[in-house]
T-cell receptor, first 114, second 116 residues
Framework: EPEVTQTPSHQVTQMGQEVILRCVPI?????FYWYRQILGQKVEFLVS????????KSEIFDDQFSVERPDGSNFTLKIRSTKLEDSAMYFC????????????FGPGTRLTVT | AQKVTQAQTEISVVEKEDVTLDCVYE???????LFWYKQPPSGELVFLIR??????QNEISGRYSWNFQKSTSSFNFTITASQVVDSAVYFC?????????????FGPGTRLSVLP
């Protein structure tokens, strides 16, 4: 069964460093998403991406964040200059774009900023 | 604006007890989708069920059942004869059809502990 994959599973970085979180969505899916979950809290929407552009973003998704689909298979989330409060689990999800409104979530990347 | 409330922060039950997790949602859309996800200690989100706003039929899947009531904007989840492996955080989520990206809004989650 096709699945969303994310790498790395755990990333440790120092404050101020740039990080890139990688996701490979399900191959025929058209909509892509990033969500964030700070430890012990709820899952929060960051950004949705369709047709090579951002379709919607939350207040959390400020200028420090960017997304791109560089090669037609990967979907990346970049944090330019990480802060301690960026420490969280980051989930990627994809959706086919048909009548199936289910989003398929990846296993997550745990980002730790020290 | 869309919102999901899960009033129960934590629930503890003894194995074999039945337990119901509550979910109340707010939306102005007439077309929307409701979901339940399980997050075990390993951290991944495990899909449990999807319901669209036009389908109020309750569903049963093994020990799991869901009660969708539009009149009270609730989508409650019941585990019958709970087991230790059911221990996890459970999230209810809402997606509005009118939202361009149709992103999910998650509730705060309910942590279920099933004790042996």
């Amino acid at each position: 069964e096709p699945e969303v994959t994310q790498t790395p599973s755990h990333q440790v970085t120092q404050m101020g460093q740039e990080v890139i979180l990688r996701c490979v969505p399900i191959s025929n899916h058209l909509y892509f998403y990033w969500y964030r979950q700070i430890l012990g809290q709820k899952v929060e929407f960051l950004v949705s991406f369709y047709n090579n552009e951002i379709s919607e973003k939350s207040e959390i998704f400020d200028d420090q964040f960017s997304v791109e689909r560089p090669d037609g298979s990967n979907f990346t989330l970049k944090i330019r200059s990480t802060k301690l409060e960026d420490s969280a689990m980051y989930f990627c999800a994809s959706r086919s774009g048909t009548s199936d409104h289910e989003q398929y979530f990846g296993p997550g990347t745990r980002l730790t900023v020290t | 604006a869309q919102k999901v409330t899960q009033a129960q922060t934590e629930i503890s039950v003894v194995e074999k007890e039945d337990v119901t997790l509550d979910c109340v949602y707010e939306t102005r859309d007439t077309t929307y989708y409701l979901f339940w996800y399980k997050q075990p200690p390993s951290g991944e989100l495990v899909f449990l069920i999807r319901r669209n706003s036009f389908d109020e039929q309750n569903e049963i899947s093994g020990r799991y059942s869901w009660n969708f009531q539009k009149s009270t904007s609730s989508f409650n989840f019941t585990i019958t004869a709970s087991q230790v492996v059911d221990s996890a955080v459970y999230f209810c989520a809402l997606s509005e059809a009118s939202s361009y990206g149709q992103n999910f809004v998650f509730g705060p989650g309910t942590r279920l502990s099933v004790l042996p």
